[in-house]
């Protein structure tokens, strides 16, 4: 799920975590839309992201894994406003820099 109200790269639930095996890092504090802030595992990994390794933290929270804006930033981000609409992700167009 896209959540543009996350400025982190990924959160994934605790059992995708494990099944990655990435590594961990210090516990980071992340704010919630209730205003709620909790500390979370917070871990490094490498994603593929639009044909390129990119070196992401990842924080460990349960519920629908979340792409975050700083995994987006430098991307075109598309949806379509309507039941069951289309997002695309793509690069910016030429002359645009993220």
Not at 16 to 43: H, K
Not at 81 to 87: C, L, P, R, S, Y
């Amino acid at each position: 799920m896209v959540d543009t109200g996350f400025n982190g790269y990924l959160a994934l639930p605790s059992d995708l975590v494990e099944q990655l095996g990435v590594t961990a890092t210090e516990p980071v504090e992340m704010g919630l839309a209730t205003d709620l802030v909790v500390t979370v595992e917070s871990f490094e990994g490498i994603v593929l992201w639009r044909g390129e390794r990119r070196s992401v933290e990842i924080l460990k929270a349960e519920g629908d894994p979340l792409i975050g804006t700083a995994l987006l930033w430098g991307s075109l981000l598309t949806a379509e406003m309507t039941d069951h609409g289309a997002v695309t992700i793509g690069p910016l167009p030429a002359g645009v820099t993220g």
